[in-house]
């Protein structure tokens, strides 16, 4: 039989990725703690017509980028393509909104039908965060520190912020009709994506990474010529937070976002390290979602960030540290031994709470069993054989060292450990 490989853009995350992973996600889900943001748990599968009704129709993932099929009854199903849409839905669903402003973060993988390459995937993972019933800049200020914070908490450096007004749906429209009366003035210049996009999503074509674009696309008119005064006043509270905060943004008059349902503030945050997929964050405001998917009108905010892009990131600027796998292997030679290794190990894991203990699987002399401790990545070797047993000993074998190898009463091996594995690279 021909090798059945994982589908294309969809990743295995390999045991000596996970690591890293797992301290990424323990490091933002304190964080978000710290913000009382708590967490909400999605089904992978909703409805089609959730995603028609938010994202917007002429979207790119709306026309091509969803995994949609039939249940067995016929239903229209699609594996959710971001959390945005679910997270709004199941407030709805369980009436949260009625219980005052929710403060919402979600974890996990999201699908998109989009050409593979570096940073962008099929699959892929997400950090989401959502702040449902309050219109203030303060919450689009909050969620822009927490970002921020993120990043100073992994050590991450260079990223950029942008940031931008998409305003008022009306103050919008007006625009998009000024922009569709610019690019209808200079069709010649426009791509065949940008004329496709003219009359369906004309503020896409500000999005276009085509070079022969940029020259009209500078020319267009911009948003924030367009804004009305409540949206101005909006986007002025906030760029005056941040100055006062300290953070620094540039304003990107072209950053319009993928999908339909933002309102008021977008924003990136972008680095020039991952190549053509540098968006590692992005968000804004949705006032308007609530509403279109059936609520009473509320405000709302949010982001989410790509987690493969961040972690290539931190690879990129060495931040991924050797994390120790584990710290101890036990080797049991002999009957007696073998028949108390595995109460052995448990009484030290009682003991060491943060120990990483393995024990050794399947019996095999002395020798197999070292290179078995030696290729676990352990530090130590602990070594149990008759005349250990007998001496209530232990042998201690430091296997990133030269040292000889040393006997420690079991009863002091705890101690012995703790002192040792104290100042460990978590
Ligand atoms: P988005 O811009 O579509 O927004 O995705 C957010 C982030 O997910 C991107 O900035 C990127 O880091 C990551 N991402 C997106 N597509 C891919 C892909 N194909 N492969 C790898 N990473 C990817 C949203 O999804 C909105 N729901 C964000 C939001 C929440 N706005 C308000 N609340």
């Known amino acids: 039989m021909k090798k059945i490989q994982a589908i294309r853009g969809m990743n295995d995350i390999l045991p000596d990725q996970t690591p890293y992973w797992q301290k990424v996600e323990s490091t933002l889900h304190r964080i978000l703690a710290r913000y009382g943001y708590q967490e909400i748990r999605l089904p992978l599968l909703e409805s089609t017509a959730l995603f028609q009704h938010s994202i917007g129709e002429t979207t790119d993932i709306i026309e091509k980028e969803m995994y949609t099929f039939s249940d067995r009854n016929g239903e ?17 669903q369980h009436s949260l909104l009625m219980q005052g402003i929710q403060r919402l973060w979600y974890y996990g993988v999201m699908f998109r039908y989009e050409r593979p390459q570096k940073g962008r995937y099929r699959q892929f993972y997400q950090l989401g965060v959502e702040a449902l019933g309050s219109e203030g800049p303060d919450v689009d200020a909050e969620h822009i520190l927490m970002t921020a914070r993120f990043w100073q908490q992994l050590g991450l450096t260079g990223l950029r912020l942008q940031l931008n007004s998409l305003g008022s749906p009306e103050s919008r429209a007006t625009y998009r009709e000024h922009l569709i009366n610019f690019f209808t003035g200079h069709q010649n210049y426009l791509d065949e994506d940008s004329r496709r996009r003219l009359y369906s999503n004309p503020m896409r074509i500000l999005d276009s990474k085509n070079p022969a674009m940029q020259e009209i696309i500078e020319q267009a008119p911009q948003i924030l010529d367009y804004l009305d005064n409540d949206s101005l006043n909006h986007f002025k509270a906030l760029r005056d937070l941040l100055d006062r905060i300290g953070i620094h943004y540039e304003i990107n008059p072209r950053l319009v976002r993928g999908l339909d349902y933002y309102t008021q503030t977008v924003f990136e945050w972008v680095t020039d390290q991952l190549g053509s997929q540098g968006t590692v ?32 990131l931190l690879g990129e600027q060495n931040l991924l540290r050797e994390i120790a796998r584990v710290d101890a292997y036990l080797v049991a030679v002999g009957l007696l031994a073998k028949h108390q290794a595995l109460l052995f190990a448990e009484h030290l894991r009682e003991a060491i709470p943060s120990i990483r203990l393995q024990i050794n699987y399947g019996g095999g002399n002395f020798k197999a069993q070292l290179k078995r401790a030696d290729r676990s990545g352990a530090r130590w070797a602990l070594i149990l054989g008759d005349d250990e047993i007998a001496q209530n000993t232990v042998g201690v074998k430091d296997l990133r060292s ?16 703790n002192q040792q594995i104290k100042d460990r690279v978590e």
């Open 402 to 417: 030269e040292q000889p190898q040393q006997s420690i009463l079991q009863s002091e091996l705890p101690a012995y450990i």
């Open 76 to 92: 229209s199903l699609t594996l959710r393509p971001e959390g945005t849409a679910s997270c709004v839905r199941s407030s709805l």
């Open 281 to 312: 964050c992005a968000g804004g405001r949705y006032d308007g979602l609530v509403e279109q998917l059936g609520g009473p009108s509320t405000p709302a905010a949010g982001f989410a960030m790509g987690i493969e892009r961040l972690i290539a």
